[in-house]
């Protein structure tokens, strides 16, 4: 796995705006984006858009973003990602 680039997408959610971290890793034939809001993880985008969550060491409290939100968040990148390529 190699990293690639790292970006910053600004979306709209909610009356504010979220600075979505999509951090860029290579693993030979598949490119996928880790989505982050601020150090939090949020899910994986490939690079056709799918969204891939990973298992992340789920101990502790932890906050999660309401699904409704995140899934704009995801429709937002969505439609982003062709200026990100």
Do not use: A, W
Not at 31 to 48: A, G, H, P, Q, R
Request: charged share 40%; aromatic share 8%; with cysteine.
């Amino acid at each position: 796995m190699e990293e690639l680039q790292v970006k910053t997408v600004e979306i709209d959610l909610d009356n504010k705006k979220l600075h979505c971290t999509l951090k860029e890793r290579d693993y030979g034939d598949y490119i996928v984006y880790d989505v982050f809001d601020k150090e939090k993880y949020l899910f994986t985008l490939s690079k056709n858009g799918d969204v891939l969550f990973k298992e992340r060491e789920m101990t502790g409290d932890h906050e999660i973003m309401d699904p409704r939100q995140l899934n704009e968040v995801v429709e937002q990148l969505r439609q982003k990602m062709g200026d990100i390529n």
